[in-house]
């Protein structure tokens, strides 16, 4: 492959030069929000450690009866259907070796990242190794893109490849797994279902495609059906408009101090959007526990300069930047506070203590307000912790209750814009509405 590969424009967004990325992705027309932008199969996908046997290897379903492969023992799937797509798109070509590779003492070494990267590594290239002309970018499109993506940062772990599992003759080059494995770390993608990570994989049109942004006007969601490849949606979060660039986020807003170093090691580049402009200035930030003895003190005065309370009645919010944020206050961008206030939303769910969880999770939507995340986190949050065994009293029960209800429907909205994803067609939907007549019949 001589020239550069030019990903297809379609129907929503075209790609365009871009002095700092090589190319963003442009919307041609007014994009309502809640619009599937791009949707592509995954080149590659493993599963997560955990969700091995509770899930089909091929389509990555949950299912309760799934069949072994008779012949390693060590892939399931729902049906004849998935196990013969999976057996033609590269089973076959390592199911021999894939035991004596996972114990051998090279595989059994690896971190837990590491042995990631080395399954997906192994799926992929025993793909290759099934296409007409085995590892050529010639007859496969997604590894032209593949390789024209940028390789990740030299000089740091992702420098050289994992082991990978022995394939069935003809074997890879080298260098072509050299060049491969180079453009993974940026290009490995979380896949959820239900707003759980689940597997991770590789979708080189949408590596291609899409530019990262911290508050992200797109989000990358994952669609299972039975006896296909996983694929993904990318989602518009808002109304875009015609001539804005599409951008989705590489990587979890919430992560306030490390993200500069997540962006230079995983991606290689440093992002300039005024939350990371404004945090790598700061630098050093606070432990707020050992800043502020009060911490709910704190959070009153997080929710008053954000505006929430004004926001849960009206719907509107004067937008903050974080440069106005008075420096006292700095300290609720350190990632244990996000933490803290997570678990007391959390614990205070499940004890019962209805009052407790509404404040913390009050406070918690300020925080998330304040650095742009997308209420989808909030969904997430609330999705994660079930409100469950719920025993307040009086009248501030019933204020709490109001706005535990709110927070509920607030989540409802967001998963709305983003629609069903995962493996089922209700999801949190339907755990939304169990937690709304819980709380109603408290
Ligand atoms: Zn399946
Ligand atoms: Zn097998
Ligand atoms: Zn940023």
């Known amino acids: 492959m001589n020239a550069e ?25 007014d994009i309502p929000v ?7 199969p995954a080149f590659a996908t493993a599963l997560l450690e955990g969700e ?8 990555l379903r949950e299912q309760s009866t799934l069949k072994k492969c008779s012949s390693c023992g060590s892939y399931w799937y729902c049906d004849a259907k998935c196990q013969n797509e999976h057996w033609q798109a590269g089973h076959k070509r390592v199911c021999k070796k894939i035991n004596q590779f996972t114990n051998s003492m090279a595989f059994q070494q690896l971190e837990k990242h590491g042995r990631m990267d080395s399954f997906l590594l192994t799926h992929l290239l025993a793909h290759l190794s099934t296409l007409s002309e085995p590892y050529s970018p010639e007859v496969s499109t997604e590894l032209s893109i593949t390789l024209s993506l940028l390789p990740g940062p030299s000089g740091d772990c992702a420098a050289s490849n994992p082991p990978y599992c022995p394939i069935k003759p003809p074997p890879p080059s080298e260098d072509l797994v050299t060049d491969i494995y180079s453009r993974f770390g940026n290009n490995n993608f979380t896949i959820h279902s239900h707003l759980n990570s689940i597997a991770h994989g590789i979708f080189p049109q949408a590596s291609r495609m899409f530019n990262h942004l911290c508050t992200p006007n797109a989000v990358a969601k994952y669609v299972l059906k039975p006896g296909e490849v996983a694929a993904m949606e990318v989602v518009s979060l808002r109304d875009i408009s015609s001539g804005e660039e599409v951008c989705i986020p590489y990587i979890d807003p919430a992560l306030m101090q490390t993200r500069h170093k ?14 990371c402009t404004f945090l790598q200035k700061v630098g050093q930030i606070p432990d707020p526990s050992l800043e502020h003895g009060d911490l709910i003190q ?13 926001y849960l009645k009206t719907g509107k919010l004067e937008k903050k930047t974080l440069e106005e944020l008075p420096k006292p206050l700095r ?25 407790k969880a509404a404040d913390s999770g009050v406070t918690l939507l300020a925080l998330y307000l304040l650095i742009g995340m997308h209420l989808l986190e909030m969904a997430k949050t609330q999705w994660n912790h079930s409100f469950v065994a719920l025993t307040p009293s009086g009248e501030e029960k019933e204020v709490s209750k109001g706005i535990v209800l709110q ?11 983003l629609g069903t994803e995962g493996d089922s067609e209700t ?13 109603r019949d408290v």
């Open 5 to 29: 590969w030019v990903p297809p424009s379609t129907a929503l967004v075209e790609l365009h030069p871009d002095p700092k990325a090589r190319s963003k992705a442009v919307a041609r027309r």
């Open 427 to 439: 999801g949190p939907f339907k755990e939304i509405g169990v937690l709304e007549s819980l709380v």
């Open 262 to 275: 997540v962006f230079q090691i995983t991606y290689g580049f440093t992002c300039d959007c005024p939350t």
């Open 407 to 417: 927070l509920l429907d607030l989540s409802r909205q967001t998963l709305q814009v």
């Open 298 to 310: 704190l959070g009153l005065k997080l929710r008053e300069f954000v505006g929430v309370e004004h």
């Open 331 to 355: 300290s609720v961008l350190n990632e244990s506070y996000m933490a803290e206030l997570s678990e007391t939303f959390s614990k205070s769910s499940h004890e019962g203590n209805y009052a």
């Open 34 to 40: 809640g619009s599937t932008i791009f949707s592509a």
């Open 52 to 59: 091995k046997g509770h899930r089909c290897d091929y389509c």
